[in-house]
């Protein structure tokens, strides 16, 4: 699950091999749900440093 957050934060889409190794662990759904949750995560992330936004302590 790590790389595969790491891989579309650096680059969009994780590779091959990071799908591979979710789906030993992983359903369908719940890889999706992953998905979402880590673009969630970096679209907040990106519209947060673009606008000076900071998270209360």
């Known amino acids: ?3 595969f957050s790491i891989e579309t934060t650096r ?3 994780a ?3 990071a799908h591979a190794a979710l789906a030993e662990h992983f ?3 719940l890889i999706a749900e992953i998905a ?3 673009a969630s995560a970096n679209f907040i992330q990106r519209i947060g440093r ?5 998270l209360e302590g």
């Not at 673009?50 to 900071?54: H, I, R």
Request: hydrophobic share 50%; no cysteine.
């Open 1 to 3: 699950m790590v790389r």
């Open 27 to 29: 359903r369908p759904e």
């Open 15 to 17: 590779s091959e091999a």
């Open 11 to 13: 680059h969009v889409a």
């Open 36 to 38: 979402v949750v880590v």
């Open 50 to 54: 673009n606008l000076g936004v900071e």
